[in-house]
């Protein structure tokens, strides 16, 4: 049973690109969550989707956004990337908007030069 | 979000008992407690959670206090695989976002 699945594993990108990370959920969870972990810390939460609308945002800029596809499957785009951007991108997916049991990807390692 | 407060680190032997400790003071009586632990390299493990009473499951046990201002996670017999990152998050129903600190970085000493 696949677990959750990030594309790509590593980027690297300049600054002021823009970027386009993928996660695919576990089979039969519907909701994808996004967070973002620099180096040393713990993950902090971005966005939730579910049922294809962001349901709930973190404190992030509006450089930062996403979107939810039929299959349930989520992207997150960021938009003039600042070399605070690089982290570690997490996404989880659950069985509806929980706040339990979430399943985490191994991440997207983003490098912003 | 009510906050929570974990030692930085901790150390323990293999095939001995950890004792995870985790404060939470500020919690509300609608707040779960989440335990994750993140291994190297990868993302965060969902671990345990409960809400009043202590919690057991094939991975470990969750020991709440009675005034639920503390709780600690208990792994019955530590393997070279437990060494983690390990989180304590609250969490209230309704608002499903996780808001991790910066954890116990638990090491197993062969």
């Known amino acids: 049973d696949a677990g959750v699945t990030q594309s790509p594993t590593h980027l690297i990108k300049t600054r002021g690109q823009q970027v386009t990370l993928r996660c695919s959920p576990k089979?039969?969870?519907?909701?994808v969550s996004w967070y973002q972990q620099a180096l040393g810390q713990g993950p902090q939460f971005i966005f939730q989707?579910?049922?294809?609308?962001?349901?709930q945002r973190g404190n992030f800029p509006d450089r930062f956004s996403g979107h939810q596809f039929p299959n349930y499957s989520s992207e997150l785009n960021v938009n003039a990337l600042l070399l605070g951007d690089s982290a570690l991108y997490l996404c989880?997916?659950?069985?509806?908007?929980?706040?339990?049991?979430?399943?985490f990807g191994s991440g997207t390692r983003l490098t912003v030069v | 979000d009510a906050k929570t407060t974990q030692p930085n680190s901790m150390e323990s032997n293999e095939e001995e008992p950890v004792h995870l400790p985790c404060n939470h003071s500020?919690?509300?009586?609608?707040?779960?407690i989440h335990w994750y632990r993140q291994l190297p390299s990868q993302g965060p493990e969902y671990v345990i959670h409960?809400?009043?009473s202590n919690v057991n499951n094939r991975m470990a046990s969750l020991a709440i206090a009675e005034d639920r201002k503390s709780s600690t996670l208990i792994l019955h017999r530590a393997t070279l695989r437990d060494a983690a990152v390990y989180y304590c998050?609250?969490?209230?129903?309704?608002?499903?976002?996780?808001?991790f600190g910066t954890g116990t970085r638990l090491t197993i000493i062969p």
């Open positions: 989880a997916s659950s069985f509806r908007p929980t706040n339990y049991g979430y399943t």
């Open positions: 089979s039969g969870h519907d909701t």
């Open positions: 989707y579910y049922e294809e609308e962001e349901r």
């Open positions: 500020t919690i509300s009586g609608t707040d779960y």
């Open positions: 409960g809400l009043t």
């Open positions: 998050i609250l969490s209230n129903f309704g608002n499903e976002k996780l808001t």
